[in-house]
C-alpha cells in the first residue's frame, strides 16, 4: 500500500509482513539502476535520501529475503514528499534462497545454471518425519526402497544410491552397506534444507556423484542464544527427543545438539517368531563453533556423532544384531578480501564403524559377528575469483580411504586420491549463462579419470528459465567390490571380489525449463538421458567349488530416459497445491532387457492449509506405478519369470498448530490406508505419531 504524507525531500516508510503486520528489519530499498539505496532499521522504519539533482523516471524497489519484491515508479524532482508503508508478501516459491550445491559458489535458486531441486527445512518439520528418508522419497524423480538389513536406497533417474554422493555441508559421508546408503541414519530436526543436483556431476565431485549429489545443509550456529526442543511419540513404540542450543560467546556463534530416536519394530504375523520389522535405537550429538579471527578471516569447526543399535528376532533360536557408529570432525578456514583471490581451507576426518551378528536368544551368545570400520581422511582448497563477467573457480583435494574388515581380502585396504578441477561461469549476455569445467582425478587404485560438464542457461524473461547440460561421470569399484571375500556356510554361498573391474563411465544429458509467477505458481518440467557403460554387477561362476558362488563384472552400456514434471500453484494465502510425475525407462544392451525393480511411473499430490490461529494442515500422497522384478537363470542369463509389484497409494496427514509460551503441537499419521506388502517391504502399515515442540 502506499500513502502520502509530508516529510522533507526524502523517501520515507516502513517495512512489515502484509499477513501478519510483523516489522521487517534489514529490508533494502533502493531505486533502479541509480546506486541509491538503504535498508529498514530494527523497527522495519527507513528514510531514502534523494539527490536534488536526480530527474527522470525510477523504479523505487524494497526487497526482503523470502519476500516478493515491491515495486513503484516514481518521477523525479518530486513534488512532495512521499511516504512508503510496504506490505511485503511472504515468497512461497523459495527461488531466492541461496544454494551451493551445483556450482560450489553460492547462487540464487533461480539463477543457478545447473538444475537443483530444493527441500526447505520448515517441509521437512510439517511432514512429520523423523528422519530423512522419509521425505526425500516425495521429491519428483526420486523413490526410496527400505531393505530389512541395509536401510534404504535411493533411486535417481535410474541410478540407484551406489551411483549418488551423500554429503552433509559438503562433507562426504561413509559408511555404505552392500553399495546402498542408509539415510534413516540422519535425524531431520538439525536440517535447514536438502539440495539434490540430478545427473552427473563428477566434473565437481568425482566418484560416486554419476548419478547426482544429496547434499543435507543444517542449520547454521547463530550469534543469537536459542533454545529448541522436541518430543514425539507414536505407534510401535516411537519416541523421538531432540534438543538444540545456540549459545554465543565473545562475538562467536556455537552450536550443541542432541537427539535420541527409538522405534520398537513390528510383526505383522504374529504366528510365526521371526519379526518384520527391527527395533531401532539412535543417539546424534554435534557441536559447531564458528567466529572471526581477525578481520576478513574466518573459522569454523564442527563435529557430529551418530551411534545406532539395531535387532530383529529371526527364529526361535537367533536375534539379528546391527550396531552402527560414525564420528566426524571437521574445520573451515576461509579468507575473504585479504587475497586477489577468495580462499577456503576445507579439513575432514570421518571414522565409520559397522557390525552385524547372529546372538543366540536364550543366552545371549554371538553366533557371529562381522565387523567393518571405514575411514576417510580430506584436505581440499577452494580458489574463488570474479573476474568481469566470469566467476573462476578451482580446487584440489587429497583424499585417503581405508577398510578394515575380515570380509575383505588381507582384512585392510588404503586408497589414495588428488583431485584438481576448474570450472569457469561466463555471462556473455544478460540472458545467457555458460558453465564449463573439468576434474581430474589420479587414484592409487584404478589410475586417473578425467570429468567434463558443460551447462548452459537461457533466461528469456525474468521468471522463466532454459537448462540445458551434459555431463560425463564415472564411478570407482568398491574395497567390496575389488577385495570382498565372504563366505555365509547357512547357504553355502560365496561371494569374491574382482581386482580387475574397470570404473563405471556415463554420459548424461538434462534439459528443463523452468517458468513461475512471484504470486501464485512455479512449474519445471525435466527430460534426461543417461548412458552408463561397464556398470559393475554381480554373476554367477563356475569355480570348481562347491555351492553357489558369485563375483562381480563389467557389462556393456545400459541406458536411462525420462522426463519429470512437477508444479506448485498458491490459489490463495492459505492454500498450497504441489503435484509431480516422472517417467523413467531403461534397457541393458546386451540383453534387451529393462533394469529390474524401477517404478517406471511414480506421482505425489500434495494439499497444504495455513489456516487462521496458526494452524497447519498438510495432506500428501504418493503414487508407485506397476514394476516387474526379473528371476534370470545364472548359467544360462535366460529370464525364468517376470514377477509383477502391483502398484500402490500411500497417504499422509500432518497436523500442527502454534500454542502459548512458545509451544508448538503436531499429530499425523503416515500411511492412512494401512497397505501392506510383506514381500517388498518392510511396510509396518498404518502408523500415528504427536509431537510437542518449544524454540526460543
Same mark, same amino acid.
Given at each position: 500500500?502506499?500513502?502520502?504524507?509530508?516529510?522533507?525531500?526524502?523517501?520515507?516508510? #516502513?517495512?512489515?509482513?502484509?499477513?501478519?503486520?510483523?516489522? #521487517?528489519?534489514?529490508?533494502?530499498?533502493?531505486?533502479?539502476?541509480?546506486?541509491?539505496?538503504?535498508?529498514?532499521?530494527?523497527?522495519?522504519?527507513?528514510?531514502?535520501?534523494?539527490?536534488?539533482?536526480?530527474?527522470?523516471?525510477?523504479?523505487?524497489?524494497?526487497?526482503?529475503?523470502?519476500?516478493?519484491?515491491?515495486?513503484?515508479?516514481?518521477?523525479?524532482?518530486?513534488?512532495?514528499?512521499?511516504?512508503?508503508?510496504?506490505?511485503?508478501? /511472504?515468497?512461497?516459491?523459495?527461488?531466492?534462497?541461496?544454494?551451493?550445491?551445483?556450482?560450489?559458489?553460492?547462487?540464487?535458486?533461480?539463477?543457478?545454471?545447473?538444475?537443483?531441486?530444493?527441500?526447505?527445512?520448515?517441509?521437512?518439520?510439517?511432514? *512429520?518425519?523423523?528422519?530423512?528418508?522419509?521425505?526425500?522419497?516425495?521429491?519428483?524423480?526420486?523413490?526410496?526402497?527400505?531393505?530389512?538389513?541395509?536401510?534404504?536406497?535411493?533411486?535417481?533417474?535410474?541410478?540407484?544410491?551406489?551411483?549418488?554422493?551423500?554429503?552433509?555441508?559438503?562433507?562426504?559421508?561413509?559408511?555404505?552397506?552392500?553399495?546402498?546408503?542408509?539415510?534413516?541414519?540422519?535425524?531431520?530436526?538439525?536440517?535447514?534444507?536438502?539440495?539434490?543436483?540430478? *545427473?552427473?556431476?563428477?566434473?565437481?565431485?568425482?566418484?560416486?556423484?554419476? *548419478?547426482?549429489?544429496?547434499?543435507?545443509?543444517?542449520?547454521?550456529?547463530?550469534?543469537?542464544?536459542?533454545?529448541?526442543?522436541?518430543?514425539?511419540?507414536?505407534?510401535?513404540?516411537?519416541?523421538?527427543?531432540?534438543?538444540?542450543?545456540?549459545?554465543?560467546?565473545?562475538?562467536?556463534?556455537?552450536?550443541?545438539?542432541?537427539?535420541?530416536?527409538?522405534?520398537?519394530?513390528?510383526?505383522?504375523?504374529?504366528?510365526?517368531?521371526?519379526?518384520?520389522?527391527?527395533?531401532?535405537?539412535?543417539?546424534?550429538?554435534?557441536?559447531?563453533?564458528?567466529?572471526?579471527?581477525?578481520?576478513?578471516?574466518?573459522?569454523?569447526?564442527?563435529?557430529?556423532?551418530?551411534? /545406532?543399535?539395531?535387532?530383529?528376532?529371526?527364529?526361535?533360536?537367533?536375534?539379528?544384531?546391527?550396531?552402527?557408529?560414525?564420528?566426524?570432525?571437521?574445520?573451515?578456514?576461509? %579468507?575473504?578480501?585479504? #587475497?586477489?583471490?577468495?580462499?577456503?581451507?576445507?579439513?575432514?576426518?570421518?571414522?565409520?564403524?559397522?557390525?552385524?551378528? /547372529?546372538?543366540?536368544?536364550?543366552?545371549?551368545?554371538?553366533?557371529?559377528?562381522?565387523?567393518?570400520?571405514?575411514?576417510?581422511?580430506?584436505?581440499?582448497?577452494?580458489?574463488?575469483?570474479?573476474?568481469?563477467?566470469?566467476?573462476?573457480?578451482?580446487?584440489?583435494?587429497?583424499?585417503?580411504?581405508?577398510?578394515?574388515?575380515?570380509?575383505?581380502?588381507?582384512?585392510?585396504?588404503?586408497? #589414495?586420491?588428488?583431485?584438481?578441477?576448474?570450472?569457469?561461469?561466463?555471462?556473455?549476455?544478460?540472458?545467457?549463462?555458460?558453465?564449463?569445467?573439468?576434474?581430474?582425478?589420479?587414484?592409487?587404485?584404478?589410475?586417473?579419470?578425467?570429468?567434463?560438464?558443460?551447462?548452459?542457461?537461457?533466461?528469456?524473461?525474468?521468471?522463466?528459465?532454459?537448462?540445458?547440460?551434459?555431463?560425463?561421470?564415472?564411478?570407482?569399484?568398491?574395497?567390496?567390490?575389488?577385495?570382498?571375500?565372504?563366505?555365509?556356510?547357512?547357504?553355502?554361498?560365496?561371494?569374491?571380489?574382482?581386482?580387475?573391474?574397470?570404473?563405471?563411465?556415463?554420459?548424461?544429458?538434462?534439459?528443463?525449463?523452468?517458468?513461475?509467477?512471484?504470486?501464485?505458481?512455479?512449474?519445471?518440467?525435466?527430460?534426461?538421458?543417461?548412458?552408463?557403460?561397464?556398470?559393475?554387477?554381480?554373476?554367477? %561362476?563356475?569355480?570348481?567349488?562347491?555351492?553357489?558362488?558369485?563375483?562381480?563384472?563389467?557389462?556393456?552400456?545400459?541406458?536411462?530416459? *525420462?522426463? /519429470?514434471?512437477?508444479?506448485?500453484y498458491f490459489p490463495r494465502d492459505w492454500l498450497d497445491i504441489s503435484l509431480g510425475y516422472s517417467?523413467?525407462?531403461?534397457?541393458?544392451?546386451?540383453?534387451?532387457?529393462?533394469?529390474?525393480?524401477?517404478?517406471?511411473?511414480?506421482?505425489?499430490?500434495?494439499?497444504?492449509?495455513?489456516?487462521?490461529?496458526?494452524?497447519?494442515?498438510?495432506?500428501?500422497?504418493?503414487?508407485?506405478?506397476?514394476?516387474?522384478?526379473?528371476?534370470?537363470?545364472?548359467?544360462?542369463?535366460?529370464?525364468?519369470?517376470?514377477?509383477?509389484?502391483?502398484?500402490?497409494?500411500?497417504?499422509?496427514?500432518?497436523?500442527? %498448530?502454534?500454542?502459548?509460551?512458545?509451544?508448538?503441537?503436531?499429530?499425523?499419521?503416515?500411511?492412512?490406508?494401512?497397505?501392506?506388502?510383506?514381500?517388498?517391504?518392510?511396510?509396518?502399515?498404518?502408523?500415528?505419531?504427536?509431537?510437542?515442540?518449544?524454540?526460543?
Amino acid at each position: 500500500m502506499l500513502l502520502a504524507s509530508g516529510l522533507a525531500k526524502n523517501i520515507a516508510g #516502513l517495512v512489515v509482513d502484509r499477513r501478519t503486520g510483523q516489522r #521487517l528489519a534489514g529490508a533494502n530499498i533502493y531505486l533502479e539502476n541509480t546506486g541509491i539505496g538503504t535498508s529498514s532499521d530494527k523497527k522495519g522504519a527507513f528514510i531514502l535520501e534523494i539527490p536534488d539533482t536526480l530527474s527522470g523516471t525510477y523504479t523505487v524497489i524494497v526487497s526482503y529475503v523470502s519476500y516478493n519484491n515491491f515495486k513503484r515508479k516514481l518521477t523525479f524532482p518530486l513534488e512532495k514528499n512521499r511516504y512508503f508503508r510496504v506490505g511485503l508478501k /511472504e515468497s512461497l516459491l523459495y527461488l531466492d534462497q541461496i544454494v551451493v550445491t551445483g556450482t560450489r559458489t553460492e547462487r540464487l535458486l533461480k539463477d543457478t545454471p545447473v538444475t537443483t531441486q530444493v527441500i526447505k527445512g520448515d517441509v521437512l518439520v510439517e511432514s *512429520g518425519a523423523s528422519d530423512v528418508s522419509e521425505i526425500i522419497d516425495e521429491v519428483t524423480g526420486i523413490s526410496v526402497e527400505h531393505h530389512d538389513r541395509f536401510g534404504s536406497n535411493l533411486d535417481l533417474q535410474g541410478f540407484d544410491s551406489n551411483h549418488i554422493l551423500f554429503m552433509v555441508d559438503g562433507m562426504k559421508i561413509i559408511g555404505r552397506l552392500n553399495g546402498q546408503m542408509d539415510l534413516s541414519q540422519l535425524s531431520v530436526n538439525d536440517i535447514e534444507r536438502i539440495e539434490i543436483v540430478k *545427473g552427473a556431476s563428477s566434473a565437481l565431485y568425482g566418484n560416486q556423484a554419476m *548419478g547426482g549429489v544429496v547434499n543435507i545443509i543444517t542449520k547454521e550456529a547463530d550469534k543469537k542464544p536459542h533454545l529448541n526442543a522436541l518430543v514425539k511419540g507414536g505407534s510401535h513404540g516411537l519416541l523421538d527427543s531432540y534438543l538444540s542450543v545456540d549459545a554465543p560467546w565473545r562475538g562467536w556463534a556455537s552450536k550443541w545438539n542432541f537427539g535420541r530416536r527409538y522405534y520398537g519394530g513390528y510383526d505383522l504375523d504374529p504366528s510365526t517368531s521371526m519379526e518384520d520389522g527391527r527395533h531401532q535405537e539412535k543417539y546424534d550429538a554435534g557441536m559447531e563453533v564458528k567466529g572471526s579471527l581477525v578481520q576478513h578471516v574466518f573459522l569454523k569447526l564442527r563435529t557430529d556423532y551418530f551411534q /545406532e543399535k539395531q535387532g530383529r528376532v529371526l527364529n526361535d533360536f537367533f536375534e539379528e544384531r546391527t550396531h552402527n557408529r560414525r564420528f566426524t570432525a571437521a574445520g573451515q578456514l576461509r %579468507i575473504d578480501s585479504l #587475497l586477489p583471490v577468495s580462499l577456503t581451507l576445507n579439513s575432514e576426518f570421518t571414522r565409520y564403524e559397522h557390525a552385524y551378528g /547372529e546372538v543366540v536368544r536364550s543366552s545371549g551368545y554371538f553366533k557371529k559377528s562381522d565387523p567393518t570400520n571405514d575411514g576417510l581422511l580430506k584436505n581440499e582448497l577452494l580458489l574463488f575469483r570474479k573476474i568481469g563477467s566470469h566467476r573462476l573457480n578451482v580446487g584440489y583435494s587429497l583424499e585417503q580411504e581405508s577398510i578394515e574388515s575380515r570380509r575383505v581380502l588381507d582384512e585392510n585396504r588404503h586408497s #589414495l586420491l588428488h583431485n584438481l578441477y576448474i570450472q569457469d561461469e561466463y555471462k556473455p549476455l544478460k540472458a545467457i549463462t555458460l558453465l564449463a569445467g573439468g576434474r581430474y582425478d589420479l587414484h592409487s587404485i584404478y589410475g586417473s579419470q578425467f570429468s567434463p560438464k558443460i551447462a548452459l542457461m537461457w533466461s528469456p524473461y525474468s521468471t522463466g528459465r532454459v537448462r540445458v547440460s551434459y555431463g560425463r561421470g564415472f564411478r570407482a569399484p568398491s574395497f567390496k567390490e575389488l577385495y570382498l571375500l565372504l563366505t555365509v556356510q547357512d547357504v553355502n554361498l560365496t561371494v569374491k571380489g574382482n581386482p580387475d573391474l574397470r570404473p563405471e563411465h556415463s554420459n548424461s544429458y538434462n534439459l528443463d525449463y523452468e517458468f513461475w509467477n512471484e504470486d501464485n505458481y512455479h512449474g519445471r518440467i525435466s527430460f534426461f538421458f543417461n548412458a552408463v557403460k561397464d556398470l559393475i554387477n554381480d554373476i554367477r %561362476i563356475d569355480d570348481g567349488n562347491p555351492g553357489l558362488n558369485y563375483t562381480y563384472h563389467n557389462f556393456d552400456w545400459v541406458k536411462t530416459w *525420462g522426463l /519429470e514434471w512437477d508444479m506448485k500453484y498458491f490459489p490463495r494465502d492459505w492454500l498450497d497445491i504441489s503435484l509431480g510425475y516422472s517417467y523413467l525407462d531403461s534397457r541393458v544392451k546386451s540383453t534387451g532387457r529393462p533394469l529390474g525393480g524401477k517404478f517406471k511411473h511414480k506421482a505425489h499430490a500434495a494439499l497444504i492449509f495455513s489456516l487462521p490461529y496458526h494452524i497447519k494442515l498438510n495432506i500428501r500422497a504418493r503414487y508407485f506405478g506397476k514394476r516387474y522384478d526379473t528371476l534370470i537363470d545364472d548359467n544360462s542369463g535366460r529370464i525364468i519369470e517376470r514377477i509383477p509389484i502391483s502398484d500402490y497409494t500411500v497417504w499422509n496427514a500432518n497436523f500442527s %498448530i502454534k500454542m502459548p509460551y512458545h509451544l508448538k503441537l503436531s499429530v499425523g499419521g503416515f500411511n492412512l490406508t494401512n497397505y501392506v506388502n510383506k514381500t517388498w517391504g518392510p511396510m509396518p502399515g498404518r502408523e500415528w505419531y504427536a509431537g510437542l515442540s518449544y524454540s526460543l
